[in-house]
């Protein structure tokens, strides 16, 4: 399994992968965007503000999804000691700090006309807001220590403590009385309170963030294996 995931194994794929996606990014951009601005219904309460919602959730989602996949990586590079699953992390985490920013952005362009205020500290926002910090300690943490193996091991503890932080921002909403409205998907069960001609423009745009997600991803985790490979190389 190690050889299978070591970078250099798996570096002749990049290249192929990012080819494909690609290929196919901007049609499913231009699709994506048809549907959440032109197609897709305004809501009968919020009207065309409704249609922050295509970017905010998505994003949203992938800021949780990302920094739960970091810390569950830096666990496992505590008990199996795979030094390529740091590199996935570093790579995960630029990308996790960059929709964590977008989806408070976007719910604070959300809030005002929904709330009537750009924020409020309610217990979602807050720990929107938390979350975005450990992700800067994280990834400060990897820039400014210089020992790599010392940074390896602090942001890896940082993204473990992080993880705690996930399940707060999850249910939050049941938890304490926010402004945040409930989830209207419920992953678990199938259900969704969200009509399908507002759904479908929704999973849309999440897979035109998730391909790019994927983009950029492949690039990062290109040039830390070509940094990684110099390094070897100068040790020689």
């Known amino acids: 399994m190690i050889n299978l995931i070591s970078p250099s194994k798996i570096f002749k794929w990049i290249e192929r992968l ?25 809501d009968y309460l919020q009207g065309d503000s409704v249609r922050i919602m295509y970017v905010h959730v998505p994003s949203a989602w992938i800021s949780l999804a990302s920094f739960t996949c970091i810390a569950i990586l830096s666990i496992l590079t ?17 990308l996790g700090l960059l929709f964590t920013f977008l989806a408070i952005v ?26 975005l910090m450990f992700y800067v300690m994280y990834i400060l943490s990897l820039k400014l220590i210089k020992d790599e193996d010392k940074a390896n091991q602090v942001s890896a503890l940082i993204a473990i403590v992080g993880l705690i932080n ?24 199938g259900s969704s309170s969200i009509h ?41």
């Open 18 to 42: 990012m080819n494909f996606i690609n290929s196919i990014f901007f049609v499913v951009l231009i699709i994506g965007l048809t549907f959440a601005l032109l197609i897709s219904p305004p």
């Open 78 to 94: 505590f008990l199996l000691k795979i030094k390529n699953l740091n590199l996935i992390s570093k790579s995960v985490a630029p």
């Open 106 to 131: 976007t719910g604070s362009l959300w809030g005002k006309p929904t709330w009537g205020t750009w924020w409020a500290w309610d217990a979602r926002l807050t720990s929107m807001v938390v979350l």
């Open 166 to 189: 996930i399940p707060i921002i999850k249910f939050s909403v049941d938890w304490w009385s926010t402004l945040h409205q409930p989830q209207s998907i419920n992953i678990l069960n």
């Open 196 to 236: 399908s001609s507002m759904l479908f423009p929704l999973i849309l745009m999440l897979l035109v963030l998730l391909l790019y997600c994927a983009l950029i991803f492949l690039m990062k985790y290109k040039t830390e294996i070509i940094r990684i490979k110099k390094k070897n190389v100068k040790r020689l």
